[in-house]
Each structure stands twice: as structure tokens, then as C-alpha cells.
């Protein structure tokens, strides 16, 4: 089970999906190459040896960067588990290289660091259905 979170252009008011407005298509984060560059600075920890997978660890969480294949890259899904608030420094270093915006898919709203609680309420939702990360 893993909280998702997508990397995406979204316009600068944004702050929720009920925020996008109707028929908005976001511009594509770049070519393939360039992404995986600016992911490899940002994280340079991170093993990008399958371009449409990467991963990226911590001392307690993991993230997989749903890259994908196609070229220019649309968005990234981020695809996290585990536990501690030091993975959305990660997430938003991603998300600043990019030049883009971190969607929580579980509320609906852009991510923050300073307000942890969409991860938080994954966590306690992932602990009570399958018990928490070993």
C-alpha cells in the first residue's frame, strides 16, 4: 500500500484539484532525459537504472518514480511508504527541480511540508487496515 503523490505543471492559484480549471491540460515536465537529470540532482541517492522506475530510499521510507516511458514526461507519480516526515523534504526537492507542483492524491491538495497531514492520515489509515511498516 503506498500514498501517491504526483509531480505535475499546475497553474500558480492552485491549491486543490477543486482549484484546475475545467479542460486544463498540464504542459508535459520535459523530455526524458532532462527529467531524469534534474531528478539525479536533486536526489542524487536515487537509482534511475530503469528510466520509467526510479527509487529512492530513506532510513524508513521508500519512494518509486513512476517515470514512465513516454517522452516528453507528462507527470511523475510518486508512490511512497513507510513512515517519517523527512521523505516530504525529498518529495518537494523533487517537485522544486522540476519546476512543478506535488499533488497529494489522497486529499486532493498541493503537498506542504510545514502541514504533514494528508501523509500522517495515510499512515494512520495503512496502520489500522494492514498494521503499521515492519
Not at 480549471?21 to 534534474?38: K, N, R, W
Request: net charge negative; with cysteine.
Amino acid at each position: 500500500m503506498s500514498w501517491d503523490v504526483i509531480l505535475l505543471h499546475l497553474p500558480d492559484d492552485v491549491v486543490s484539484v477543486r482549484d484546475i480549471p475545467d479542460g486544463y491540460t498540464p504542459a508535459p515536465l520535459g523530455q526524458q532525459q532532462d527529467i531524469l537529470a534534474a531528478v539525479a540532482r536533486a536526489t542524487p541517492e536515487a537509482d534511475l537504472s530503469d528510466p520509467a522506475w526510479g527509487e529512492l530510499s530513506g532510513a524508513t521510507w521508500s519512494i518509486e518514480l513512476n517515470i514512465g516511458s513516454d517522452d516528453p514526461v507528462d507527470s511523475i507519480m510518486l508512490h511512497i511508504r513507510g513512515s517519517g516526515d523527512d521523505v516530504l523534504a525529498s518529495v518537494t526537492r523533487l517537485a522544486e527541480a522540476l519546476g512543478c507542483k506535488a499533488l497529494d492524491c489522497s486529499t486532493g491538495d498541493l503537498l506542504s511540508t510545514q502541514d504533514p497531514a494528508g501523509w500522517r492520515a495515510f499512515q494512520n489509515y495503512r496502520d489500522r487496515i494492514v498494521g503499521p511498516p515492519r
